[in-house]
């Protein structure tokens, strides 16, 4: 079965400074990536979604993730944190569509909480 | 409506009282999932509809749990005879179709505690 690791539970960074969120997965062969961000009493917003081809993805709020197969990683990072920024972040992932397998069930990983000092 | 609506925002119930938990996804989308979010185990898919076909309920945690979607959009989540470890966050989601590119959007969840 899948498992994705997040191994950072809380990450704090000054304002301006450059982030990086680490993601680790476990599956049988490169699965659809994604990574979510969660703001207190939000909804899961997506930032970004790499299914194949090149390997570093653009994403919104200036976000970026890259992977990398050999790792089994999609880190994320962001070159200078605003202070809304502050919220929780979920990498997850999902088998590709194959005989039937739904796409849309993730699995996620527990989550990091990134607080951004001014 | 503009995205992914789910009602009610928050819920107290007794143990042992049923609860419906209903969510409106995004007008067109074919595909609807509901996700449950907790303290201890973290974002668990619950159930999956798409279209017509038969649901993925691989994610139900127990028979007490079940959801149905009438028309082919408006689904309800039931959980019979609540237990406190049912507590949690549930949340809904949609996306047009089945597929890559397809990008899911998630609600804002119903909040469910269980005294």
């Known amino acids: 079965a899948q498992s994705v690791t997040q191994p950072d539970i809380h990450i704090t960074v000054s304002e301006g400074a450059s982030l990086e969120l680490r993601c680790n997965y476990s599956?049988?062969?490169?699965?659809?990536l994604f990574w979510y961000v969660q703001s207190p009493g939000q909804g899961l917003q997506l930032l970004l979604k790499?299914?194949?081809?090149?390997?570093l993805v653009q994403g919104i709020k200036g976000f970026e993730a890259e992977f990398k197969r050999s790792q089994s990683s999609f880190n994320l990072r962001k070159p200078s944190v605003h202070w809304s920024d502050a919220a929780e972040y979920f990498c997850?992932?999902?088998?590709?569509?194959?005989?039937?397998?739904?796409?849309?069930?993730?699995?996620f990983g527990q989550g990091t909480i990134l607080t951004v000092h001014p | 409506g503009a995205g992914v609506s789910q009602s009610p925002s928050n819920k107290v119930t007794e143990k042992g009282k049923d609860v419906e938990l209903r969510c409106d996804p995004i007008?067109?989308?074919?595909?609807l999932y509901w996700y449950r979010q907790s303290l201890g185990q973290g974002l668990e898919f619950l159930i999956y509809?798409?279209?017509?076909?038969?649901?993925?309920k691989s994610g139900l945690p127990s028979d007490r749990f079940s959801a149905e979607r009438t028309g082919g959009s408006v689904s309800t989540l039931t959980i019979q005879r609540t237990q406190q470890e049912d507590s949690a966050v549930y949340l809904c989601?949609?996306?047009?179709?089945?597929?890559?590119?397809?990008?899911?959007?998630f609600g804002e969840g119903s909040w469910l505690t269980v005294v």
């Open positions: 007008s067109g989308h074919t595909a």
């Open positions: 790499y299914f194949s081809g090149d390997t």
């Open positions: 599956y049988g062969a490169t699965p659809y």
């Open positions: 997850a992932v999902a088998p590709p569509p194959a005989g039937g397998t739904s796409y849309g069930k993730l699995t």
């Open positions: 509809f798409q279209g017509n076909s038969a649901p993925d």
């Open positions: 989601a949609s996306s047009p179709r089945q597929g890559p590119g397809n990008t899911i959007y």
